[in-house]
């Protein structure tokens, strides 16, 4: 029971981490097109 719990307790904080990295990977995204547009109109 106690690994299982370990296990779930990981895989929770997993996918966490990983919503998070597309997260920022896709602000980060947003942000390049965003100075982009505002490069092009200056």
């Given amino acids: 029971m106690r690994h299982d719990m370990k296990s779930i307790f990981f895989a ?16 980060i995204m947003w942000g390049i097109i965003f100075a982009n547009q505002i490069y092009v109109n200056v």
């Avoid at 919503?19 to 602000?27: D, P």
């Fill in 12 to 27: 929770i904080v997993f996918s966490i981490l990983f919503c998070f990295f597309i997260f920022i990977k896709r602000f």
